[in-house]
């Protein structure tokens, strides 16, 4: 990496290092989709833009040019540049970039070198390293092999994926969506643009890849195209859905549990109610607005679970609402989730499973799957002399 450009051949470096990034595009370019560990520092800002935009469309190139110098001048130019000033003092290793990595990048990185400070841009700018990364998500598809953890809702699929990665290779898609995948899972965090979306997944990869040893797989939590309104890559999720499946099997009765802590009790209603006083009211009536997104999420998907069991689920949901409210009561929202579950989710997982034919090579308990895994896969436990293929089977009760 030399002190004025950033070739192609350096972005994996860059990326996996973490480096810190100054994008010089306006804020409207930045918000549909930037490159990671980058902040938005532009030389235009987005009405600028457009002027500029204007002044090329109807006078020239050289017109818009004049134009863009007379916009950033004086106090407006030393403020923009003592900005740039202070995110290099606080990251000296940062790197500059825009969109084709042209003009808005050259004359900042001018400005800045003006002041006694050098840093590289990116050649080809936001597009080429925006291109780069979408060629690495389809290679390391093509070149890698993947195992899918699978399993009835609620069996701890995420909460696995996490708590092997210390020894395993695996990959968190739902932390990179903000999103748990199902109808009630938003996070309270937005979920990223898609294009961020698809560049976080490149560099998750590129950060996994020297962990894949040759004949080891990496370790996917089983999801759909969309995780929420972020949409994996086609060739990816083709990668990933024809690819063996570990089942995560746990009873009903722990699946309730685990759903229940992680959309009642992880939440701000079970925030509100550990807490009393002036706090614990404020977060009452935050915790209000959680049941009411549930509501909405429950008629989204009423047309597939039936009316007669939307109403009776909505009832449920409705009564939990009031024994939070009047009594401080929880527990009784294991009611709803556990027919959600019985009416809705195991249904429609299972027949999903069905339709794909899936390979499943082992089948076992949160425990049972830990340590299969620290035993090893490495070697493809299906070429094992006296193994087989774990059956698989409808039972999710």
């Known amino acids: 990496m030399s002190n004025q450009l950033v070739i192609i051949d350096e972005l994996k470096q860059l990326f996996a290092a973490e480096t810190p990034l100054i994008d010089l595009r306006a804020p409207v370019e930045f918000e549909q989709g930037s490159l990671p560990e980058s902040v938005n520092i532009p030389i235009l800002n987005t009405e600028e833009r457009a002027l500029i935009g204007t002044a090329y469309k109807h006078q020239g190139q050289e017109a818009a040019i004049r134009l863009g110098y007379q916009i950033v001048s004086g106090p407006v130019k030393k403020e923009r540049v003592a900005h740039w000033c202070q995110f290099v003092a606080e990251n000296p290793h940062a790197v500059l970039y825009c969109f084709r990595g042209g003009r808005r990048s050259q004359i900042a990185q001018q400005w800045l070198k003006d002041t006694g400070v050098e840093r590289p841009l990116l050649a080809g700018g ?11 998500i389809e290679e390391f598809g093509a070149k890698n092999r993947f195992i899918l953890l699978s ?12 708590a092997v990665k210390n020894f395993y290779p695996a990959l968190d898609l739902e932390c990179l969506a903000h999103h748990r995948g199902s109808a009630f899972g938003a996070w ?27 004949q080891t797989s990496l370790l996917v939590e089983d999801e759909s195209r969309h995780i929420g309104k972020n949409c994996l890559p086609d060739s990816f999720f083709i990668h990933l859905r024809n690819s063996e499946v570990i089942w995560l099997d746990e009873p009903r009765a722990v699946r309730v549990d685990n759903i229940f802590n992680d959309y ?134």
């Open 188 to 214: 309270r965090i937005p979920q990223p643009a898609q294009i961020d979306f698809e560049n976080r997944l490149a560099v998750a990869l590129m950060k996994l890849e020297n962990k894949l040893l040759p």
């Open 151 to 162: 399993g009835p809702t609620g069996s701890g699929k995420t909460a696995l994926i996490n």
């Open 264 to 397: 009642i009790l992880n939440t701000v209603i079970g925030h509100a109610f550990q807490k009393t006083g002036a706090e614990g009211k404020s977060m009452q009536e935050q915790a209000l607005t959680v049941f009411e997104y549930y509501k909405k999420a429950l008629v989204a998907i009423s047309k597939k679970l039936g009316g007669l069991r939307t109403r009776e689920i909505m009832i449920d949901l409705a009564s939990a609402r009031l024994d939070f409210l009047n009594r401080n009561e929880i527990q009784s929202n294991k009611i709803w989730i556990e027919k959600l579950l019985t009416y809705y989710y195991d249904p429609l997982y299972l027949k999903s499973l069905k339709r794909r034919q899936v390979t499943v090579i082992f089948k076992g308990s949160n425990s049972a799957v830990i340590e299969y895994l620290k035993n090893g896969t490495n070697d493809f436990a299906a070429n094992r002399p006296g193994y087989q293929h774990a059956r698989f089977s409808t039972d999710v009760s």
């Open 126 to 136: 936001y597009k080429a390293a925006r291109r780069f990364l979408m060629r690495f």
